[in-house]
């Protein structure tokens, strides 16, 4: 097959993850606190790609000023956006009394499908170019996303699912950030052959910012307000599980 139909595949498969763990919550009644759990973990694994597999590849390629450039800007989409949802009355963290608790689930769950999409785009453009010269894809990183991808959506439809949301919305939207990330890959593999090493590395880095605000300002704190004391082992177990997987790939 044409080697961009198989970024396709790929990208597709990375973000097929995310519709896997929204079916698991959406089928099957998971306790708040196993998704807390899995979200710390979930959490560790983002961490361990972004450190060692996205900032690291994106610098040895493209040079630290490019990485940082990226980072950044990832972190501030993420950022912007989340307060674009904030705006919208998505979130309610310091709700007050008469604010719905579906109203906190919803934007805590809006949110983590924001990141998702944010640092799911470079991520599977990361994926699409890793085939270019003939190179297979990396597989460290695409077992990452996988790992990482589960926990997102299951967390994210649990919280939209409390919240009232249908079927309808729950699956369109993780159905179409799945489809983004196969037509992510294509397009990278089409589009970025014979890209500057600086280009590659702003891209994969974007994902790199993306994915560490989404932790700090969304993956952590709602898993703690469960998990509690169990927050700090499930994110070490989380990185660690990914480190090894990198390391070994």
Known sequence: MPQ?????VWGLAGGGALVLGALVAWFVRVPRDVVAVVMAFGAGVLMAAAAFELMDEAEQTGGLLATAVG????????VLANAVLARRGAR????????????????????????ALLDGVPESVVLGV????????????????????????LSSVAGMKRAGRGAGYVFGVWGAIAV?????????????DGASPQ???VIT???AGAILAMIADTMIPEAYERARLYTGLCTTAGFLTAFVVQRLG
């Open 199 to 201: 280009l590659i590395a």
């Open 71 to 78: 980072f950044l800007g990832g972190a501030v989409v993420y």
């Open 205 to 207: 880095a974007v994902a």
């Open 180 to 192: 983004a990330s196969g037509v992510s890959a294509a397009l990278g593999n089409l589009l970025l």
């Open 130 to 153: 890793s085939l270019l010269g003939g190179g297979g894809v990396g597989v460290a990183m695409l077992a990452a996303v996988v790992i990482s991808n589960v926990p997102e959506g």
């Open 92 to 115: 309610h963290r310091k709700r007050s009394s008469n604010q719905p608790a579906e109203s906190e689930q919803e934007g805590s769950g809006s949110a983590i499908a924001v990141g």
């Open 4 to 8: 961009w139909v198989e970024a396709g």
